[in-house]
């Protein structure tokens, strides 16, 4: 099965270290130079300047955070909201997301499920398997639940909540549709038949336009935050009257 390469940045970036080849990227070649300003030892040699870089290249060298963040990825989250999940700085996660798994690369649904089938396959972690499993099937709502620590509140749709629930009973009867009526997937199925029953009217009822106007404002005011970052870098001395 032919696999689409959502990593080949890394990959490239791999090869160039090895050779002693710098790459042309202007992102890869800032990574190259960080790692090749190692110490002796090989450590990395973090200063205020590359600190976010070497955070980024740390991701990727662990195993178990790398495939945690590939979930997210897969699961459909937006950097923002892997960022808010796991605590991580949002330009970090950009940086991971541009390094690792690059969203771009694939052309359609059909190609990330294939990625997310092979993920799950070469992924050395049972736990971490599910995280990619379930996160693809559910959500970034499932990701937020699992990553919820202590009394940490985890922000929720109503919408996606029931939607869920839907999904998941539909998928429980379609598992069950050929089985015999005593056995135990044409139970389980049957439970979630009451839940689903349950569900329907409580989903078309829901009204989640506040949610979405809040979501709306956010996007706003971070892109207000960012044109007046801009405006600060203009040298007044260049405008033209």
């Given at each position: ?19 002693d080849t ?122 937020n ?6 009394n ?44 689903m ?17 809040e ?27």
């Amino acid at each position: 099965m032919s696999v689409v390469q959502p990593d080949a940045r890394w990959k490239e970036l791999c090869e160039a270290v090895e050779t002693d080849t710098p790459p042309k990227d202007s992102f890869l070649l800032t990574l190259y130079s960080v790692i090749k300003d190692a110490d002796d030892e090989g450590n990395l040699v973090e200063t205020e300047e590359n600190g976010k870089l070497i955070y980024t290249l740390r991701l990727v060298q662990n195993i178990h955070h790398r495939y945690s963040l590939i979930a997210y990825f897969i699961s459909g989250a937006t950097p923002t909201q892997i960022a808010e999940s796991l605590g991580i700085d949002e330009e970090i996660v950009e940086m991971f997301g541009a390094l690792i798994i690059d969203m771009a690369a694939f052309r359609n649904k059909l190609e990330l499920r294939d990625y997310a089938l092979h993920v799950e396959e070469t992924c050395p972690d049972e736990a971490i398997k599910l995280e990619i499993k379930c996160g693809y099937l559910y959500g970034p709502n499932y990701l937020n639940i699992f990553w919820k620590h202590g009394n940490e509140e985890v922000r929720l749709r109503e919408k996606d909540v029931t939607k869920s629930i839907l999904l998941l009973g539909y998928e429980k009867g379609m598992v069950a549709r050929n089985a015999p009526i005593d056995s135990a997937a044409s139970k389980e199925a049957l439970k979630w038949n009451g839940q689903m029953l349950r569900a329907i009217p409580v989903h078309n009822n829901i009204d989640d336009s506040e949610d979405l106007m809040e979501e709306a404002l956010v996007a706003i005011k971070k892109r207000e935050e960012e044109r007046e970052g801009e405006r600060e870098l203009v040298d007044p001395s260049k405008i033209v009257h």
